[in-house]
Structures are given as structure tokens and as C-alpha cells.
């Protein structure tokens, strides 16, 4: 989402250094840059000479200035906007952003059931949903609904604290989602973490922020065991979990992309993972 006004080069490298490090899904969104980060991403792909087969391509849809939209008519101009920015007849994942309220599920299910026998998306998910949400969804749709993206990091952990503290007086244990987490891992549907590395809604980095100096004290004492770098650590506790979360990384740095993929090779022992959300200000009954 940020390579929008990246130079040529710079984009370049990103993208390469992640293929030859073995990543090759990329995230976009028709909202980013307002498109224009879906033209970079393909113009580099052109210059590099990489073959669709090489890439898969998830993107997003339904945001629009001041409201969300899901109807047939948006999300088919979408993808068709979606594939001419990346140059592409067809995308491999395409999700719906964020929660419509004015939803009407067979209007959505008349546009994926277009678009999948057209051959223009191949699987479809959803961003920001609630069980209850996907469940409405669900129900309209021929096909399974594979991916979830919520944001999740080492201090937005609002997924896994509730069911830490079940039934306890404490904020913590407010059920503000309707348990996504064990509702995705029940019904086999993959979260995918947007914002890893930050705090709040875009507020900024945890890694080496004042703000966080006991997280940041133990996040670099096990850097050290584990020979890799806190923001190699950030994406080690993510994929720590058994519910086989999916990072987006979001960053526009090949040196950060090489952290983590230094740090998809080692495992958290449980004890770590729990001082690690501890030390984020978390708390254990």
C-alpha cells in the first residue's frame, strides 16, 4: 500500500528480493494510492520480467469516499479495475475490506459466482469481518469464503485476549469481535495480519519506540538467543500461532523483508510467546 510514489528501482528491489527469499503472495487494495499502487506493482513485474505463474495476487474492494460498498455492480467495476491496474486476467484472492452494513448477500454472491466463472478471481474472502458477518455471507455463497485479514500484532492483540481472560472483570475480556480467532481456526478460514510492526491504528512502530521499552528490552534479549532481529521477532510470535496466521508485512524495506524471512525458520518455545505478550502490557490471570 505504500509503493505508490516509490522510485522505479527501489520498487524493483523490493519485489525481487522477496521472490529470491521465497515470498511470492502480495496483498494490494483498488484504495491504495488510489490505484496507483497496483500500476507500480505491475510495471515492475513487467521490467522484471517475472511470469504470472511466479505471483499470487490478492486484492481488495468496497471501500469508497464515505461508505462501504457491496454491490454486484462495484465489486464487478472493481475487479475489472483491479486487473487492468496489474495487468492481469485474473487475480487469485479477492477480498471484500471492510463490513458493508447495507449488505445484501445474494447480490454479492451473484457477483463472485460472475467473476468465478469468468475466470477473473479464483478464491474469495473477506477483511474485518466478525463471525456473525461471515456466517451471513456464507450462507448466500456457492463457494467457501478462504481468508479473513485482521489486524493483528504484539500489541493489537484484541483477538487473543478474550479468550485469556474469559469471564473476568477487566477490559481485556470484553468480547469485541465474537471470538474471530477460534471462530477462523474451527471454520479452517486463514487470517491474514495486516500491520505487524504497528501500534494503534496506524500510529506508528513498536520496534525500539520508547513507548515500549519493556517489550523492546525482551523483544532484544531473545533476538540474541534466537539470532534475528525484533522485527524478525514481530512476525515469529504471529506465525507462533497454531491458527497458521498469514503476516502482511506492509513494508517497503528489502532489508526488513530479509529479517523476516531469517525469522520464519525459527520457532517460539511457549514460555517466550507468553513473555513476549506479557512484556506488550498484557496481563494473565
Known amino acids: 500500500m505504500?509503493?505508490?510514489?516509490?522510485?522505479?528501482?527501489?520498487?524493483?528491489?523490493?519485489?525481487?528480493t522477496s521472490l529470491d527469499l521465497g515470498i511470492d503472495f502480495y496483498d494490494h487494495a483498488d484504495i491504495y494510492g488510489g490505484g496507483k499502487c497496483e500500476e507500480v506493482f505491475a510495471a515492475s513485474v513487467?521490467?522484471?520480467?517475472?511470469?504470472?505463474?511466479k505471483l499470487v495476487l490478492q486484492s481488495k474492494c468496497g471501500i469508497r469516499k464515505g461508505y462501504f460498498d457491496f454491490s454486484k455492480e462495484h465489486i464487478l467495476t472493481s475487479v475489472d479495475g483491479i486487473l487492468k491496474r496489474l495487468d492481469t486476467h485474473y487475480i487469485d484472492v479477492l477480498l471484500l475490506h471492510r463490513p458493508d452494513t447495507l449488505v445484501e448477500p445474494e447480490e454479492v454472491a451473484e457477483a463472485f459466482t460472475t467473476l468465478s466463472q469468468s475466470g477473473k478471481v479464483r478464491n474469495f474472502g473477506v477483511s474485518n469481518f466478525n463471525p456473525g458477518q461471515i456466517e451471513l455471507l456464507q450462507a448466500s455463497l456457492p463457494m467457501k469464503l478462504q481468508a479473513n485479514?485482521?489486524?493483528?500484532?504484539?500489541?493489537?492483540?484484541?483477538?487473543?485476549?478474550?479468550?485469556?481472560?474469559?469471564?473476568?472483570?477487566?477490559n481485556n475480556s470484553i468480547d469485541r469481535d465474537g471470538g474471530i480467532l477460534d471462530y477462523c481456526r474451527l471454520k479452517k478460514i486463514t487470517i491474514q495480519a495486516w500491520s505487524p510492526f504497528q501500534y494503534g491504528f496506524f500510529e506508528g512502530v513498536f520496534i525500539d519506540n520508547d513507548k515500549f521499552p519493556e517489550l523492546n528490552k525482551v523483544l532484544g534479549d531473545l533476538s540474541e538467543e534466537y539470532g534475528v532481529t525484533k522485527t524478525g521477532l514481530a512476525i515469529a510470535w504471529i506465525q507462533r500461532h497454531p491458527a497458521k496466521i498469514q503476516s502482511v508485512l506492509g513494508t517497503t524495506n528489502p532489508d526488513r523483508v530479509r529479517q523476516v524471512a531469517d525469522a520464519c525458520k525459527i520457532q517460539l518455545t511457549r514460555p517466550h510467546w507468553y513473555e513476549i505478550y506479557r512484556a506488550a502490557g498484557n496481563i494473565l490471570p
Open 149 to 170: 485479514q485482521l489486524q493483528l500484532s504484539i500489541t493489537n492483540t484484541g483477538m487473543i485476549d478474550r479468550g485469556l481472560t474469559v469471564n473476568m472483570k477487566h
Open 46 to 53: 513487467a521490467r522484471l520480467g517475472i511470469g504470472r505463474d
Open 2 to 16: 505504500r509503493i505508490g510514489g516509490m522510485e522505479a528501482a527501489k520498487v524493483d528491489e523490493l519485489i525481487q
